[in-house]
């Protein structure tokens, strides 16, 4: 638990989809949808200045009865974005996500945005991280058993 979550990045990628906090709605859902994500990072003047998710859509969007086609993804994103540098464990990272109830979380290095984590990435690390830990013991057990 103590792997650094820059594993994490280098073993999926560390491309992070991002638009502008100008465009609406509809074109932020429809870059989601295109790339099969469930987040934009919004960057304005090379700055992240919020984050845009599947959650913002069903509340602020559909809950409220807004106008995806003439709404801002500016006006209804979440900004108070929680960030963490690469260095941050598994472990705290899954921490954050309980503690803040969020899904994906940028990653940022030295003011520059390095990849984003999503619960979904730290889910898959712990069952494959399991899996191969129980491999290792069975086949100790099984060698074990051999000699």
């Known amino acids: 638990m103590d792997t650094p979550v820059s594993a994490l990045i280098e073993r999926k990628g560390s491309v992070v989809h991002a638009v502008a906090s100008t ?32 959650r913002d859509v069903l509340r602020r969007i559909v809950g409220d009865g807004v106008d995806p086609k003439t709404t801002r993804v500016a006006d209804v994103m979440t900004a108070d974005v929680i960030t963490i540098p690469p260095d941050t464990t598994v472990e705290q990272t899954m921490i954050l996500f309980a503690e803040k109830s969020c899904r994906h979380i940028p990653v940022v290095d030295a003011g520059r945005l390095t990849g984003l984590i999503s619960i979904g990435d730290i889910s898959r690390w712990v069952a494959d991280t399991s899996r191969a830990e129980a491999d290792h013991l069975k086949n100790y057990i099984t060698g074990g058993l051999h000699t």
């Not at 859902?29 to 934009?40: D, T, W």
């Open 23 to 54: 465009i609406t709605v509809a074109d932020a859902v429809a870059e989601m949808n295109k790339n099969r994500i469930g987040c934009v990072v919004i960057i304005d003047s090379g700055r992240i200045v919020g984050i845009f998710t599947e």
